[in-house]
């Protein structure tokens, strides 16, 4: 049987040989992190009857916190949140570690069976739909080589950024610098800085993360920003929730504390569009009640942008505040001159002495995970497609992904598409239909797929999908207005057509 991908009829390791066919899933999954092992579940639960694996190209299940293991790194949502709805998140942290988040998600695709669907080193490469066969045939780079797989439905929960490197800028003269320079996406295993100066070049998630986790061991860390990220204590442990589970049985307390959270973060993000001025003041009150009276705030901790213009970085009990208050680390905000022997020199002319340089400066998007799609035969330019409720794309059919929101728990968009994605394959058995293919919206507005201002969004955004100006082709940042859409709004509705 020739490739579709490729037009080979040449068998290779793990391709089948003239005559056979490759082995036919209902539906395939890509990606066992967060939100492929949540779709897996829910498919398992929804369709017990269907076909089903989940290929990871890394060797672990986990995604972005396996893959993450530099120190302290944590969640940036609560993880009320942030876990399944249908396996709540019991733990005592409200903003977790990575180690406590990735097993937490290696024990739901156990209890759900999923561990046993997932084939790890299985790197998908390219994906083409033949319209007569009404089915996919997806190009996979194995252990073993290369291998072909068909599927009625492709569902890629690879994220939106390259796991294989981060985003590093141009740093004049780094090859002069006598010490050592890491991304936290390839922290190596071995490094050790305590008792070393530690320059962080970045202000978001990440480097907030960082400062405060290095700071209990290093000689000395500075946060080198270009400008300051708007930055708000949580309490590590939410104490509304403790009060929730010691006074309702604990079916009523998970929904309880979940839906508590939910709605803090909505009316935050509301006040954040509409009272910008307000929010503003509200969050430098915050943080000037944990930083010694004096400390330039004005300079460190007060960004140019409104509140959620970026994401919001989230410090659990105060830690990076804790630091720079105790003399344990600092804040720079200036830019990069030059390395140097000795370290960093800026362009004030000051030098940082450093003997580990941490570049946290932010992700490559990586559309679709960067798989080649094709349909009959033609090539999709993924960022000329329009985002059908933020999960499909325009003109290719049977295939779904998962994008989370960007001002609330990437989960809960992730758990709006897996059930959602389980509604329409139910409602194409009860109709004996093969094909759903999303339709480009009447108008020829088309809007971000995001609407964040960070820097990886806008270094990416011209790769991304887009949006049209209205439902379903739009999708707002609001779970509650969504939960409607995709719980309680019409399969069959204008945006897409079946056959």
Known sequence: MADAATGSDAAGPGRPGPGQRPEHLDVLVVGAGLSGVGAACR???????????????????????????????????????????????RG???????DSIREYVVETARAYGVDRLVRFGHRVVSASWSGADARWTVRVLGPAGEVLLTCTFLYICSGYY??????????????????????????????????????????GATAVTLVPALAGTAAHVTMLQRSPTWVLSLPGRDPVAGLLRRALPQRAADPAIRWKNILAAQAQYA????RPELMKSLLLKGVRAQLPEGYDVATHFTPRYAPWDERLCFVPDGDLFRAVASGRASVVTDTVDTFVPEGVRTSSGEVLPADVVVTATGLVLLPVGGIALSVDG??????????YKAMMLTGVPNLAFTVGYTNASWTLKADLVAEYVCRLLTYMDRKGLRRVVPVPPPTDER????????????????????????????VHQNYVRDRVMFRRGRVDDEGVRFG
């Not at 005592?92 to 990575?98: E, Q, V």
């Not at 006040?271 to 509409?274: G, I, K």
């Not at 033609?378 to 985002?387: G, H, I, K, W, Y």
């Open 92 to 98: 005592d942290k409200a903003l977790a570690d990575g």
């Open 162 to 203: 390259d796991y294989g490197a981060g985003y590093t800028p141009d740093l004049p003269g780094v090859e002069t610098f006598a010490g050592t320079v890491v991304h936290p996406q390839a922290w190596p295993a071995g490094l050790d800085c305590a008792g070393k100066r530690v320059v962080v070049l970045g202000s």
């Open 271 to 274: 006040v954040s569009r509409r």
């Open 447 to 474: 809007l971000p797929l995001l609407d964040l201002r960070s820097g990886y969004v806008r270094r990416g955004l011209d790769a991304l999908p887009k949006q049209g100006p209205r439902a379903p082709w739009r």
């Open 378 to 387: 033609e090539p999709v330019d993924v960022a000329q497609t329009v985002a």
């Open 43 to 89: 498919l398992r639960t929804a369709h017990p009857g269907r076909s089903l694996a989940v290929l990871e190209a890394r060797e672990a299940i986990g995604g972005t916190w396996d893959l993450f293991r530099y120190p302290g790194v944590r969640s940036d949502s609560d993880m009320h949140t942030l876990g399944y709805a249908f396996r709540p998140w």
